[in-house]
């Protein structure tokens, strides 16, 4: 059901919302985080609305998305869109467009909604502020999650994360490199249990989940981390052995290699953004090896 709500107030988004849950007995007890959603336009609405409602049959939820339409208008306006039940998977999504003087004022127009005793998450699919724990959005969650991967320039996207980074900020390029982290860290922990001398990252270069790869290793290995263009592997130098994990750049499985041991394949597609984001709402406190990576960006060698 969709539901909308052109030139409104959230005093009657409010009571529509109480309408159609009395209409067929739902409650908002079930709930267990709101989700906010900051855009910048509608390029990338329906993508983070489907991600938001995926994510949400493991973490019911409420989402309200707020988006800034005519900053320029001389006149407050609000327009509201409603998506329940089945437009909105086992939560309730509510859309805010904001314009004229109102768009500067989202965190008050998004406190209204947010639903008593339960956590706030902020995330920015797209664009994100600098510091996302003092943006007003950002002030009222305990988890910001922001997306590198679809701002402009991502590689200076992640690595700004670093100087606007406060506990609790994550970022969903960290979330796509879960199961390469977990292949090489299992990797390492076998004979001939040696400390790693030199790693490689390459792949393409508009890809920041391998630079926060990168940062991630510099974080743990003693000798130089570098970072490629090219194909799609991660290399781990130690004395008696080089360790490799690779995958064709559009492949969903890979290769885990290592010095006179026969070639292991593994599958290992890329992360769909819901399936990020369903993991990173799993774990609310701060995430102290993200902010490790980000501080080990600094070591990286570019080459």
């Given at each position: 059901m969709i539901v909308e709500l052109p030139d409104t107030s959230t005093t009657a988004i409010n009571k529509k919302l109480n309408q159609l849950r009395e209409r067929i007995g739902a409650a908002t007890t079930g709930r267990v985080l709101t989700l906010i959603v900051a855009l910048e336009n509608d390029a990338l609405l329906d993508e983070s609305i489907a991600a938001a409602n995926m994510a949400s049959q493991e973490h019911p939820s409420r989402v309200i998305v707020v988006m800034t339409d005519d900053t320029d208008a001389r006149d407050a306006r609000l327009d509201a869109q409603?998506?329940?039940?089945?437009d909105a998977g086992a939560g309730e999504v509510v859309v805010l467009r904001l314009s004229g003087p109102l768009a500067g004022h989202a965190d008050a127009v998004v406190l209204p909604f947010l639903l008593p005793d339960i956590p706030v998450v902020a995330w920015w699919p797209e664009i994100a502020p600098a510091a996302p724990a003092e943006d007003p959005l950002g002030a009222l969650a305990v988890r910001r999650i922001t997306d590198a991967t679809n701002s402009p320039d991502p590689l200076a996207a992640i690595k700004g994360?670093?100087?606007?980074?406060?506990?609790?900020?994550?970022?969903l390029s960290w979330s796509r490199i879960t199961y390469w982290r977990a292949l090489l860290a299992s990797a390492m922990d076998q004979p001939p249990y040696e400390p790693i001398r030199s790693a490689l990252?390459?792949?393409?270069a508009t890809e920041p989940a391998l630079d926060i790869l990168a940062g991630w290793l510099a974080s743990r290995v003693d000798g130089p981390v570098r970072r490629a263009v090219g194909e799609l592997k991660i290399e781990l130098v130690r004395d008696s052995e080089t360790v490799v994990l690779s995958r064709p750049q559009d492949g969903v499985i890979a290769t885990l290699g290592r010095t006179a041991s026969p070639d292991a394949l593994v599958p290992l597609p890329r992360r769909v953004t819901a399936e990020c984001l369903a993991e990173d709402l799993r774990r609310l406190d701060p995430d102290a090896i993200y902010g490790a990576a980000l501080a080990g960006l600094e070591e990286v060698e570019y080459l």
């Open positions: 409603l998506r329940m039940f089945g994360r670093r100087s606007g980074y406060t506990a609790g900020d994550t970022d990252v390459s792949g393409l």
